[in-house]
């Protein structure tokens, strides 16, 4: 199958131009201006923007959590997200405590092959790290194309590991090629700020946000950085939110410390007035908690400066059944709020359209400095010959509303109902297929590659 693309306005992290692309197979041939070539596909993108595919590094389908499952799995995530233009995803593996890294790997392979609708892949959580663990860093990064290590500072029990733990972990991941990432907040903090309000009676979702300040991410996102300088280890740190957990990432760069840093869209543009809703406020109970605005101003100038590279989403929905799981005790509410098909649109909406990014940023934050960051690039990430044809055709005037009604994903609110967007995803092509034209998903559950992912580069 051929395909050609005419006239769009190509964004790329580098570039803006008005070009022709032209794809055979899965991957781009040619680009450039008014391309003599016969497609048995042409597209139109007069007026539109076209941009890489979206890479979302921070997503959780049909992940066991809290006593129950986030309720996209691989088939109804993957498509939600393609609805959104991102076209790639890359899930938690998580060790069980005791277990091997493998067979955690071989059980969320059983879920996601044959299933994924777009394009995915896997970091692995190390809930324990031993010398058993130890041995299968360097088979995970050389055999299995795994070469990021997700930890958990908090979630003490199933998931936390301790600082010794975290140690010898960046030790040896480094040695192998690898990234540690993490979830960076005070665990043990949180879990006597948690008892103490419950203790209190006070068990609204106001007491989530309430259980975790901005001290308990700012002092572990500084101890992992400083963690990460000490040995060397090419380090990441997930959903940070907050100014305090943004200077920690600014004083690791003085130094001269490798420590990358995402957040996320709803840290970008929503606040913990949010809570102050009673039980309402349980949309939006995922850890760490939304901030203030003054912590939004904090983001936005931390993406500019090249502090944040990535604007991800940590996607982890649930059904408000499983919210209300939490209806008189807040630590009972499963964390986590559906996002990954309105990252893109609310990124330009909120970003672009409102000049606190630019375009080239857009791209940047959205998709390339993830396959750069996580060793996709440049088959993924960019608009380049040779690159995987993963492309977004989208339209700057296409304003819309975001509706629980309309959205793709497996749950019955949005955290941003009645949103008003000013851009629209229009078509979607992965790997050369037109996944997404308009309203209509044009491929199937099993579409979806794994994709291997190469060792850190150290380039973004
Ligand atoms: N935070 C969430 O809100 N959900 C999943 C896991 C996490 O760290
Ligand atoms: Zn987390
Ligand atoms: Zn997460
Ligand atoms: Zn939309």
Redesign the pocket.
């Known amino acids: 199958m051929s395909v050609l693309i005419k006239n769009g306005r190509v964004i790329t992290a580098g570039n803006d131009c008005i070009a022709d692309i032209y794809i055979e197979g899965e991957v781009i041939k040619a680009i450039g201006q008014n391309l003599q070539v016969k497609a048995e596909k042409e597209i139109d993108a007069a007026g539109m923007l076209v941009f890489p595919g979206g890479i979302d590094p921070h997503v959780?389908l049909a992940m066991p959590?809290m006593g129950t499952f986030s309720s996209d799995d691989y088939e109804t995530g993957t498509r939600a997200a393609l609805y959104g233009g991102t076209t790639t995803v890359i899930d938690f593996v998580l060790q069980t405590q005791g277990d091997s890294l493998k067979a955690a790997l071989t059980d969320w392979q059983s879920r996601a092959t044959g299933t994924a609708v777009g394009d995915y892949s896997f970091h692995m959580a190390v809930t324990d790290f031993n010398e058993n663990t130890k041995a299968e860093i360097k088979q995970m990064i050389e055999e299995e194309g795994i070469s990021s290590f997700k930890t958990f500072m908090a979630y003490k029990g199933a998931l936390m590991i301790d600082d010794r733990q975290m140690f010898g972990l960046m030790s040896e991941v480094k040695k192998q090629g690898g990234m540690v990432t993490t979830?960076a907040t005070n665990g043990d903090v949180i879990d006597f700020l948690v008892a103490k309000h419950r203790a209190e009676g006070k068990l609204s979702p106001l007491y989530h946000y309430l259980s975790q300040p901005e001290v308990t991410e700012a002092e572990a996102s500084n101890r992992f950085a400083q963690m990460a300088g000490y040995t060397g280890c090419p380090a990441y740190i997930v959903?940070l939110t907050c100014e305090g957990a943004l200077n920690a990432v600014r004083d690791a760069g003085r130094r001269n410390y490798q420590v990358f840093a995402e957040t996320c869209i709803q840290y970008l543009i929503l606040d913990a007035s949010l809570y102050e809703n009673d039980f309402e406020g349980a949309k939006w109970v995922?850890?760490p908690p939304l901030r203030e605005k003054k912590d939004q101003a904090a983001l936005w100038a931390g993406i500019n400066q090249g502090l944040l590279q990535i604007v991800a989403t940590?996607h982890?929905p649930f059904m408000w059944e499983q919210k209300l799981m939490g209806k008189n005790d807040f630590s009972k509410i499963p964390?986590?709020?559906p996002a990954i098909e309105n990252r893109i649109e609310l990124l330009y909406s909120e970003g672009v359209a409102k000049g606190k990014i630019s375009l080239n940023k857009f791209v940047e934050v959205s998709s390339t400095n993830a396959a750069k960051i996580f060793g996709m690039f440049p088959r993924k990430g960019t608009i380049a010959v040779g690159s995987d044809a993963d492309i977004v055709i989208f339209d700057p005037n296409g304003k819309h509303t975001l509706s629980a009604a309309t959205h793709h994903m497996n749950v019955d609110y949005s955290g941003y109902e009645g949103w008003e967007v000013s851009g629209k995803v229009k078509t979607v092509l992965l790997r050369g297929k037109v996944a997404i034209d308009g309203d209509e998903c044009l491929v199937e559950k099993g579409n979806g590659q794994f994709i291997k992912r190469s060792k850190v580069s150290n380039i973004v």
Request: glycine share 10%; with cysteine; charged share 10%.
């Open positions: 959780h959590f979830h959903h995922m850890s940590d982890c964390n986590g709020h």
